[in-house]
């Protein structure tokens, strides 16, 4: 299994009033990870859609590990996963640059959905996500 990274570093406006990056945000980075990782393997989110065809997020795992502050650097990785013929995952990990401290781990699942909400992923979506 390949992993995919992207970097980030900690803005802040992110942090909440304790000085870390508040739950919420976690979310935003792992989406935008995730849309990097489809981009790299030639598929195109925003396309999609436009095509009628809605990656949609299902259910989302995530274990809080650490916190990371105003200023941290960080990567976020993105591993895919097939979980059935119509839902797919991605294994994602929030890793702290300095220390290589895993401060997030994460399961998101998702689907492809038509404009009708009736299942459609596209063809070869899987095989273009594990090549």
């Given at each position: 299994?390949?992993?995919?990274?992207?970097?980030?570093?900690?803005?802040?406006?992110?942090?909440?009033?304790?000085?870390?990056?508040?739950?919420?945000?976690?979310?935003?980075?792992?989406?935008?990870?995730r849309h990097e990782f489809l981009l790299a393997k030639g598929i195109d989110f925003a396309q999609l859609a436009r095509?009628?065809?809605?990656?949609?997020?299902?259910?989302?795992?995530?274990?809080?590990?650490?916190?990371?502050?105003?200023?941290?650097?960080?990567?976020?990785?993105?591993?895919?996963?097939?979980?059935?013929?119509?839902?797919?995952?991605?294994?994602?990990?929030?890793?702290?640059?300095?220390?290589?401290?895993?401060?997030?781990?994460?399961?998101?699942?998702?689907?492809?959905?038509?404009?009708?909400?009736?299942?459609?992923?596209?063809?070869?979506?899987?095989?273009?996500?594990?090549?």
């Amino acid at each position: 299994m390949s992993v995919f990274s992207v970097e980030f570093k900690v803005r802040d406006y992110e942090c909440d009033m304790q000085g870390i990056v508040n739950n919420g945000v976690y979310f935003n980075y792992l989406e935008h990870a995730r849309h990097e990782f489809l981009l790299a393997k030639g598929i195109d989110f925003a396309q999609l859609a436009r095509d009628k065809i809605n990656l949609v997020v299902v259910r989302s795992e995530m274990d809080y590990k650490a916190s990371l502050t105003s200023g941290d650097r960080f990567v976020v990785t993105v591993a895919f996963e097939a979980v059935s013929k119509v839902r797919f995952g991605f294994r994602q990990q929030v890793v702290r640059a300095a220390d290589g401290k895993v401060v997030l781990d994460g399961l998101v699942i998702g689907t492809a959905i038509n404009e009708r909400g009736r299942p459609a992923i596209p063809d070869g979506f899987a095989e273009r996500l594990t090549a």
